[in-house]
């Protein structure tokens, strides 16, 4: 039997390098170094009840921390979080270090994975109001790897992938995201303003799945493959609706406006960086308004899978017949889960005393060093 292959990540401890690192230790194929500002956080200590993990002790922004977590790895996963760096230093940073795209490929790695979102600015025909920068950032860049990939130069020493989500489903029932759960007077209430759109909600239990696939095979499909995943186009009407079916009680959404729903949300930080690490005094720099404006835009004009972020959802039930297809199926099983593990139903969970986070960055209260 071959040894595991050792997978570099960088973004291990995030929302989405959780599941990835679970499903690859898991699986007995790979080994995974983490790349981690602290071995001591509940995160990472969550991530070696997986298995053995080496750690590199570091930031993205330090090409010494980089260098030693790329070195000897077969492979890489990459998931930067763009509300640290901000748009303009996560496009220098991805492309300089994290990507692999100079430091990683001088340090032996053979296959690649970026972690993306989709390039919503481009999609749109380069319209402003739908300028998003923490995800056009991801965007942007994934489009230059896979250009690289192309190149003969480039393929002799690494071949790679992107990985492309949306808005994580567990957002819904999570802290300060952009539409948390409120209860009033007794009613589970979401307010996102989304018009007639939807969003392709990615499923984080599929997460692991999905990467471990680029992975098994790095030599074939997986190869320039830009794997766009999602639950489904969720709107926020049946999101409801499904919640009161699964949990009995009763639900509503409100579609409220864009920019009401940011001061809200948001308060006094609605007019503050995007990225928290980012210069407020550059013009580059996006305030959180300006950037989720942009994002409720994308997704106000994604309705029907026929908008602008689209999913071939053919194509990912023919890689993961056993994802997940459905916000219904999801809080099923979310509900059963919670029952499961001692967390409480759905409801006990939205109450806003139980609510979690699932966003490193909010957990975090954003802060931290790039």
């Known amino acids: 039997m071959s040894s595991p292959r050792l997978v570099a990540i960088i973004g291990g401890t995030g929302a989405q ?62 998931n930067i979080d763009g509300f640290n760096s901000g748009e303009k230093a996560e496009t220098f940073w991805t492309i300089r270090v994290s990507t692999a795209w100079e430091l990683a490929i001088e340090e032996g790695v053979k296959f690649y994975v970026h972690g993306n979102i989709d390039y919503g600015y481009k999609k749109s025909g380069f319209r402003p109001e739908f300028h998003c920068g923490h995800i056009d950032a991801k965007g942007r860049i994934a489009e230059w790897i896979l250009a690289q990939n192309k190149d003969t130069i480039v393929r002799e020493r690494m071949r790679s992938a992107v990985f492309t989500t949306g808005p994580y489903i ?13 209860v009033e007077d007794g009613v589970a ?44 186009h969720v709107t ?31 308060g006094p930080g609605a007019d503050k960086p995007a990225g928290y690490n980012a210069d ?7 305030t959180i308004r300006r950037n989720f404006t942009a994002w409720f835009n994308l997704y106000r004009h994604s309705g029907g899978n026929k908008g602008l972020i689209q999913r071939d959802y053919a194509q990912l039930d023919r890689i993961y017949p ?25 409801w006990d969970r939205i109450q806003p005393e139980n609510l979690g986070h699932v966003l490193k960055v909010t957990e975090d209260g954003r802060k931290g060093t790039i």
């Open 17 to 78: 390098g959780i599941p990835v690192v679970r499903d690859l230790l898991e699986s007995g194929d790979y080994s995974v170094r983490v790349l981690t500002r602290d071995t001591n956080s509940a995160r990472f200590k969550e991530l070696q009840s997986f298995g053995p993990i080496e750690s590199v002790v570091g930031t993205f922004a330090s090409e010494e921390s980089l260098r030693a977590t790329f070195r000897g790895a077969w492979g890489a996963f990459v």
């Open 322 to 346: 056993q994802r997940i297809k459905s916000a219904e199926e999801w809080l099923q099983r979310e509900n059963e889960k919670g029952l499961r593990l001692g967390w409480g139903s759905l």
């Open 236 to 266: 926020f009407d049946a999101y409801v609706r499904a919640f009161s079916k699964v949990t009995g009680k009763p639900a509503r959404w409100i579609d409220d406006d864009i920019d009401e729903h940011i001061t809200t949300t948001w």
């Open 170 to 182: 567990e957002m819904t029932i999570g802290k300060n995201t952009p539409f948390p759960p409120t």
């Open 189 to 232: 209430v979401w307010r996102a303003p989304l018009a007639d759109g939807a969003i392709p909600l990615t499923a984080l239990d599929d997460v692991g799945v999905f990467v471990k696939y680029l992975f098994d095979n790095a030599d074939g499909e997986a190869d320039g493959l830009d794997l766009k995943v999602a639950v489904d």
């Open 280 to 286: 407020p005094n550059d013009p580059a720099t996006m």
